[in-house]
């Protein structure tokens, strides 16, 4: 029986203190515990950011790649050990900015894993500049007059490219968010969960200004309907939905399927290392 303490880490909290950040820590742990999945079965991969520092403060499998450049590690670690239960652990910046490229193709692809983003519209680990998703004319520690770019939205894009899993949480209702990443974990094929997490230091609104605007989607929400999952995937400002957004259990094929199927019968982890003459034949090809 996993407990919680199983998934606790020696290692030295780096987020200011009070960061929404450790709301959105305490409800992965409790979705990991729900899961009854021990340690070893769990990678988390993250970029550069504060909120790539998450997998730090989790004892499990992790990898922290380049900066916008998690997506395609965890989608390599799916095909190759398809047993791990992986998840992505991003921010705004780093996911839709550095890594938007990345963000936009793993839609398409479909693998299994699921990517999570701490949104607080703002650049925090480098000292507040603007991110993809600052709202318009918020002014920040470098665009002193304001940001005169319009906003990504990276939940209608989701939508748009074909995303089967789309949700948006909010990293100060702890209980609501684990149950958001738990049907997002168990989701099979690509899912995605946005949270709200307000800045303390650079962000350019208080935790007091999102919660006077969210808002749950009622019990009688239809979230197979796309059509009305658009209107809320764009909805901000006066009025933020959070919940499940839209779920689609009649998705196509997922990434790395057709390989397995017609390439390699079990798994990849089995394969081990080729003799080393192998390789240097290989290389050979390529002089």
């Given at each position: 029986?996993?407990?919680?303490?199983?998934?606790?880490?020696?290692?030295e909290?780096?987020?200011?203190?009070?960061?929404?950040?450790f709301?959105?820590?305490?409800?992965?742990?409790?979705?990991?515990?729900?899961?009854?999945?021990?340690?070893?079965?769990i990678?988390?991969?993250?970029?550069?950011?504060?909120?790539?520092?998450l997998?730090?403060?989790?004892?499990?499998?992790?990898?922290n790649?380049?900066?916008?450049?998690?997506?395609p590690?965890?989608?390599?670690?799916?095909?190759?050990?398809?047993?791990?239960?992986?998840?992505?652990?991003?921010?705004?910046?780093d996911?839709?900015?550095?890594?938007?490229?990345?963000?936009?193709?793993?839609?398409?692809?479909?693998?299994?894993?699921?990517?999570?983003?701490?949104?607080?519209?703002?650049?925090?680990?480098?000292?507040?500049?603007?991110?993809?998703?600052?709202?318009?004319?918020?002014?920040?520690?470098?665009?002193?007059?304001?940001?005169?770019?319009?906003?990504?939205?990276?939940?209608?894009?989701?939508?748009?490219?074909?995303?089967?899993?789309?949700?948006?949480?909010?990293?100060?209702?702890?209980?609501?968010?684990?149950?958001?990443f738990?049907e997002?974990?168990?989701?099979?094929?690509?899912?995605?969960?946005?949270?709200?997490?307000?800045?303390?230091?650079?962000?350019?609104?208080?935790?007091?200004?999102?919660k006077?605007r969210?808002?749950?989607?009622?019990?009688?929400?239809?979230?197979?309907?796309?059509?009305?999952?658009?209107?809320?995937?764009?909805?901000?400002?006066?009025?933020?939905?959070?919940?499940?957004?839209?779920?689609?259990?009649?998705?196509?094929?997922?990434?790395?399927?057709?390989?397995?199927?017609?390439?390699?019968?079990?798994?990849?982890?089995?394969?081990?290392?080729?003799?080393?003459?192998?390789?240097?034949?290989?290389?050979?090809?390529?002089?």
């Amino acid at each position: 029986m996993v407990k919680l303490e199983d998934y606790s880490s020696n290692i030295e909290n780096q987020w200011c203190p009070g960061c929404s950040n450790f709301g959105i820590l305490t409800a992965m742990k409790h979705a990991l515990l729900a899961l009854d999945k021990n340690p070893e079965e769990i990678c988390l991969v993250s970029g550069i950011g504060q909120a790539a520092k998450l997998p730090h403060y989790l004892k499990c499998n992790f990898f922290n790649g380049l900066h916008g450049r998690a997506l395609p590690i965890a989608v390599s670690i799916n095909i190759v050990n398809p047993e791990l239960t992986t998840i992505v652990v991003t921010g705004d910046g780093d996911c839709y900015g550095e890594g938007g490229n990345h963000f936009l193709h793993t839609i398409r692809r479909n693998p299994d894993i699921t990517l999570i983003v701490h949104n607080n519209q703002i650049y925090g680990l480098t000292k507040g500049q603007a991110s993809p998703t600052t709202d318009l004319w918020d002014k920040t520690r470098l665009q002193f007059e304001g940001v005169e770019l319009e906003p990504l939205l990276p939940l209608a894009t989701a939508l748009l490219h074909g995303c089967s899993f789309i949700a948006r949480g909010y990293a100060g209702d702890i209980k609501h968010l684990s149950e958001l990443f738990l049907e997002a974990i168990r989701f099979k094929g690509f899912s995605y969960v946005d949270v709200i997490q307000p800045c303390i230091s650079y962000g350019t609104h208080t935790a007091s200004w999102y919660k006077e605007r969210m808002y749950k989607l009622p019990d009688n929400y239809d979230f197979n309907n796309k059509r009305e999952a658009l209107v809320k995937t764009t909805e901000w400002g006066e009025k933020i939905p959070i919940g499940i957004l839209y779920r689609n259990d009649k998705q196509g094929r997922l990434f790395g399927d057709h390989f397995k199927e017609t390439t390699f019968n079990g798994k990849l982890t089995e394969l081990g290392f080729p003799p080393h003459k192998t390789i240097i034949e290989m290389m050979e090809e390529f002089r």
